[in-house]
């Protein structure tokens, strides 16, 4: 003889109204939804660099304020991260080269959706590289260091120095210290 249905199993809660069953699975989809957004925000959080930061900002054509260790600052676009600078595209035209050693905050505009920085930035160009491909054009630009300011015409880049003509009316020879440049300013739109 077959075995007669037992009770109802009291775990399984049975709904007259199957809309009501049905938001309650849809509530518990959005609650563990959020959930696994938040882990992984936060995994992306920990796992954050600051020149990540950047990238993510440069990709976005972000506009920032960038704070240097000189307490200048350089409001414009970020448009591009290198291994040891950041390009930036300054409000008022021309390019800023920064180094990321004297860069210690940027601060997106309101309204720039966060970003997490979680990716590493690869294989990229260095400030060296950038100012002796600049330096072919002979652009003039201000260059401002931990010790101080020169301006003039780039003529020349070395391993770890730039040489630009002063615009003084000596136009002597003035050699940077590349290692220890802030940033390096041109009037001029020049490529990263």
Same mark, same amino acid.
Do not use: C, K
């Given at each position: 003889?077959?075995? !007669?249905?037992?009770?109802?199993?009291?775990?399984?809660?049975?709904?007259?109204?199957? !809309?009501?069953?049905? !938001?309650? =699975?849809?509530?518990?989809?959005?609650?563990?939804? @959020?959930?696994? =957004?938040?882990?992984?925000?936060?995994?992306?959080? %920990? %796992?954050?660099?600051?020149?990540? #930061?950047?990238?993510?900002?440069?990709?976005?054509?972000?506009?920032?304020?960038?704070?240097?260790?000189?307490?200048?600052?350089?409001?414009? #676009?970020? @448009?591009?991260?290198?291994?040891?600078?950041?390009?930036?595209?300054?409000?008022?035209? +021309?390019?800023? *080269?920064?180094?990321?050693?004297?860069?210690?905050?940027?601060?997106?505009?309101?309204?720039?959706?966060?970003?997490?920085? &979680?990716?590493?930035?690869?294989? !990229?160009?260095?400030?060296?590289?950038?100012?002796? &491909?600049?330096? %072919?054009?002979?652009? &003039? #630009?201000?260059?401002?260091?931990?010790?101080?300011? #020169?301006?003039?015409?780039?003529?020349?880049? +070395?391993? &770890?120095?730039?040489?630009?003509?002063?615009?003084?009316? @000596?136009?002597?020879?003035?050699?940077?210290?590349?290692? *220890?440049?802030?940033?390096?300013?041109?009037?001029?739109? *020049?490529?990263?």
């Amino acid at each position: 003889m077959p075995a !007669s249905p037992g009770p109802p199993d009291e775990n399984i809660a049975m709904s007259a109204d199957p !809309s009501a069953w049905l !938001s309650e =699975v849809r509530s518990d989809e959005h609650a563990a939804g @959020r959930t696994r =957004v938040a882990w992984l925000a936060r995994q992306a959080g %920990e %796992e954050s660099t600051f020149q990540g #930061v950047l990238l993510d900002l440069a990709e976005r054509g972000a506009p920032v304020v960038a704070e240097l260790a000189d307490t200048s600052s350089v409001r414009g #676009v970020l @448009r591009a991260v290198g291994r040891d600078l950041a390009i930036v595209e300054p409000a008022g035209g +021309g390019t800023a *080269l920064l180094s990321l050693s004297a860069l210690w905050a940027v601060r997106p505009s309101a309204g720039t959706a966060e970003v997490w920085g &979680d990716r590493p930035i690869g294989e !990229s160009s260095t400030i060296t590289q950038v100012l002796a &491909d600049w330096s %072919e054009a002979r652009p &003039d #630009v201000t260059m401002r260091t931990i010790g101080g300011t #020169v301006q003039g015409e780039l003529l020349d880049v +070395g391993a &770890d120095v730039a040489v630009i003509r002063a615009t003084d009316e @000596r136009r002597s020879r003035i050699y940077v210290a590349i290692p *220890l440049l802030v940033a390096v300013i041109s009037r001029d739109r *020049l490529g990263g």
